[in-house]
Structures are given as C-alpha cells and as structure tokens.
C-alpha cells in the first residue's frame, strides 16, 4: 500500500468512530460535518507520530520513513 493511501485508509478509519455535530433545529435536527475531515486528519496525524517515534527507538529505519511519507501525506489532504 502506497504512503498516500494508507494516509487516506487512516483518516477515513477515524472519521468512521467520531461522531457528528448534532445540532437541534426547529424543523429536527442537523448534522454538522464542518471541520469534520479536519479533526479526523489531526486525530490521525497524533497516531502516526506516535508510531514513527516507536520506530525511531527501537531503530526500524526503513519502515520510519514509510511512515514519514504517511505523515506527509496527511499533511497535504
């Protein structure tokens, strides 16, 4: 899987467990997705630095700069 559709595999992934603004309205209720993909891509930027600082202790070179690319390519959604 390339750098940048594991970047999109991720994000998608979190936006799938965060749920929507509800906000009530007088004729029901709307969902509000604003800043949604925003949130989703910062949740997900979080986890690959986690892991790249993971590999980075115990010294996995070639798997941290698959990562890096991951992390750029977040960057650019």
């Known amino acids: 899987m390339t750098p940048k559709e594991k970047a999109k595999e991720l994000v998608e992934k979190i936006m799938l467990k965060m749920p929507p603004e509800i906000i009530p309205t007088e004729f029901g209720c709307d969902i509000k997705l604003k800043g949604y993909t925003k949130n989703a891509i910062q949740c997900t ?27 750029q390519d977040l960057e650019k959604l």
């Open 45 to 71: 930027l979080i986890a690959v630095d986690e892991v790249i600082n993971y590999l980075e202790v115990d010294g996995f070179s070639t798997q941290i700069n698959y990562w890096r690319e991951v992390k």
